[in-house]
Structure formats: structure tokens, C-alpha cells
């Protein structure tokens, strides 16, 4: 059964730490992983992985996946409380039938961060 | 502004009423999805539809229906059948159903009592 587990599924920091969050997966046909936070309501993009190796960078948070390993990390450096939030990684696999194919998303069931002033 | 509306936001229905949310997307997108999302359960695939006047079943289609008449808009029927309707909703787009990174609205939660 295809599955993405995240961990921690909580965590708590203070202002100013640094803090990694985990996604592993076990998907048939894999195709992406994205990372996306959800604060109060819809999720919004973070980033789209789809090569081992390249970490990708906005601002403090980072992310790079291993596809050898079949893992990836969100990294968030100096968090701020405007941080705090559900983060949510989804692995993107595509299901084959005859005449096409589609994309789907396996979601994780999130981590949820607090950053405490 | 494009984006993706869900309407309401809060939703209350008594057990055994069917009850229908909206979901809306002006961004010229192919296909749209519908999840449900419970406490420590992450997003869970109910019906997705790459294009009018399909869609396919998810993970979690049980007690649920949908309907893709216009390009723009996909609403779910939660139907009495589902034995445990009380969940935030939410809907979601992408360009095409080969692409991996979708835009949400903002959901809807609905209280079943």
C-alpha cells in the first residue's frame, strides 16, 4: 500500500531555532513531492521536488529530497511565530491506464509547528 | 484576482440530509479534486475530475457524489449515506491532470449533528 509518513507530527520551538521536518514515502509510480503549509485554512505551495539532490531555497525554509533513500526534509531556519503552522508533504504518482494517465497526490498527515515567542 | 472559492465556510446539517458545497475556480484549470481532512488524518482523496464531464472515484468516495458540468465549477454532495460526514472540505485545481502542484480554496467545514 502506497503511504507518506511524516514526522515529528508536533513539534514545539522557541523564536530563533532551526527546525527539520521529515517525509518519507513508499510510492509505486512517483512522479514529485511537494511541501505545502496550512495555517488556518487552504494549504499553500511551498516547493515541488522532482530531482534527488537539488535543494530548493525560498527565504528560511529550505528542502531537498533523497530518491534513494525516498525521503525528504523542509528545513526552517530563525523560525518566526508567523511559522507556526500544519506542514503537509504530498508525494505526486501517476496512475497508468489505457488511453492515458493521470497524476494524483498521496498526502502525509502533516506536522504541526509551534513556534513560541 | 483567479483563484479558487469554496462556499460556505461553515456548514451545520442534521443527520440524514444531503448537503451540497460549492467549489468554484476561475484559473482555466482541467481538473479538480475534492478532500476531506480530519484531525491527524491528513488530506484523504474523495472524487477527482480531469475534465468535464468526468470524474473518477478517490480513496474515500463512500457516501459522497459529484457532478462536472461547467469547467469552472465541481461541487460535492455529501449524502446521508456517509456515515461520518463531519470534516473540514476542501477543493482544489491544477492546470492538467499530469500536473503535480495544485492551488486549494479555502475550505469548508461541515458540522453534521
Known amino acids: 500500500e502506497d503511504k507518506v509518513v511524516q514526522s515529528p507530527l508536533s513539534l514545539v520551538v522557541h523564536e530563533g531555532d532551526t527546525v527539520t521536518l521529515n517525509c518519507s514515502y513508499e510510492?509505486?509510480?512517483?512522479?514529485?513531492l511537494l511541501w505545502y503549509k496550512q495555517e488556518k485554512k487552504a494549504p499553500t505551495f511551498l516547493f515541488m521536488l522532482?530531482?534527488?539532490?537539488i535543494e530548493k531555497k525560498s527565504g528560511r525554509l529550505s528542502s531537498i529530497l533523497d530518491k534513494k533513500e525516498l525521503f525528504s526534509i523542509l528545513n526552517i531556519t530563525a523560525t518566526q511565530t508567523g511559522d507556526s503552522a500544519i506542514y503537509l508533504c504530498?508525494?505526486?504518482?501517476?496512475?497508468?491506464?489505457?488511453?492515458?494517465?493521470?497524476?494524483?497526490?498521496?498526502f502525509g498527515k502533516g506536522t504541526k509547528l509551534s513556534v513560541k515567542p | 484576482d483567479g483563484g479558487i472559492t469554496q462556499s460556505p465556510k461553515y456548514l451545520f446539517r442534521k443527520e440524514g440530509q444531503n448537503v451540497t458545497l460549492s467549489c468554484e475556480q476561475n484559473?482555466?484549470?482541467?481538473?479538480m479534486y475534492w478532500y476531506r481532512q480530519d484531525p491527524g488524518q491528513g488530506l484523504r482523496l474523495i472524487y477527482y475530475?480531469?475534465?468535464?464531464?468526468?470524474?473518477q472515484k478517490g480513496d474515500i468516495a463512500e457516501g459522497y457524489s459529484v457532478s462536472r458540468e461547467k469547467k469552472e465549477s465541481f461541487p460535492l454532495t455529501v449524502t446521508s449515506a456517509q456515515k461520518n460526514p463531519t470534516a473540514f472540505y476542501l477543493c482544489?485545481?491544477?492546470?492538467?491532470?499530469?500536473?503535480?502542484?495544485?492551488?486549494f480554496g479555502p475550505g469548508t467545514r461541515l458540522t453534521v449533528t
Open positions: 484559473l482555466n484549470h482541467d481538473a
Open positions: 510510492v509505486t509510480n512517483f512522479r514529485s
Open positions: 475530475s480531469q475534465i468535464v464531464n468526468d470524474f
Open positions: 522532482t530531482s534527488s539532490g
Open positions: 504530498a508525494v505526486g504518482e501517476v496512475y497508468f491506464y489505457y488511453g492515458g494517465s493521470q497524476g494524483n497526490l498521496i
Open positions: 482544489a485545481s491544477s492546470p492538467d491532470s499530469s500536473s503535480y502542484e495544485q492551488y
